[in-house]
């Protein structure tokens, strides 16, 4: 059963901008915080931002002022706003549900951004 | 930034060995430590919590012991459905910092 399901990933040029979403199937998503974490091609996971139940954000260095979280909570959805891209933004980008550890995660969407 | 490292990079072991992964962090971050394990071109999967709280669905031979600066997940009988990469996470502190991973073969 799917509870994350990540959308919103593709081609990009440099200096463009692509919002995510992550939709959750469960009926709490409200009540916990949500995350972005990244993984470029053959490397490792890389937290990228994180909003909590309450609303208060958190970026890492790398896309603070580049990079939006939000979520609709009358949707079940977050999202991720991404600007300003650079070829080392491209990976796949999963959303996950929670403040301390992540479980569960989406299934990831491929953001490429290359000219 | 807290910075992670784990050790070793990589491993090779046989079906039934005990194997051990390390995690040490740059400065303590109590038992606010978590362990995944991601299979190729799958999401990362939730193991350990809390240093060392096993996941709901997570088989027991996975353990994880630690506080402070230094952690271990233990897989205590290796099994062929293991072979996977595994990462630490430190939630202590924001920005949230991973490992740079270890990745278990099976001989």
């Known amino acids: 059963e799917v509870q994350l399901l990540d959308s919103g990933g593709g081609l990009i040029e440099p200096g463009g901008s692509l919002r995510l979403s992550c939709v959750d199937s469960?009926?709490?998503?409200?009540?916990?915080?949500m995350n972005w974490v990244r993984q470029a091609p053959g490397k490792g996971l890389e937290w990228v931002s994180q909003?909590?139940?309450?609303?208060?954000?958190y970026y890492a260095d790398s896309v603070k002022g580049r990079f939006t979280i939000s979520r609709d909570n009358s949707k079940n959805t977050l999202f991720l706003q991404m600007t300003r891209l650079r070829a080392e933004d491209t990976a796949v980008y999963y959303c996950?549900?929670?403040?301390?550890?992540?479980?569960?995660w989406g299934q990831g969407t491929l953001v490429t951004v290359s000219s | 930034d807290i910075q992670m490292t784990q050790s070793p990079s990589t491993l090779s072991a046989s079906v039934g060995d005990r194997v051990t992964i390390t995690c040490r962090a740059s400065q303590s971050v109590s038992n606010w430590l978590a362990w995944y394990q991601q299979k190729p071109g799958k999401a990362p999967k939730l193991l350990i919590y809390k240093a060392s709280n096993l996941a709901s669905g997570v088989p027991a031979r996975f353990s994880g012991s630690g506080s402070g600066t230094e952690f271990t997940l233990t897989i205590s009988s290796l099994q062929p459905d293991d072979s996977a990469s595994y990462y630490c996470q430190q939630c202590n502190k924001y920005p949230y910092t991973f490992g740079q991973g270890t990745k278990l073969e099976i001989k």
């Open positions: 469960e009926f709490t998503f409200s009540s916990f915080a």
């Open positions: 996950a549900q929670g403040r301390d550890e992540f479980d569960p």
């Open positions: 909003i909590t139940s309450s609303g208060s954000t």
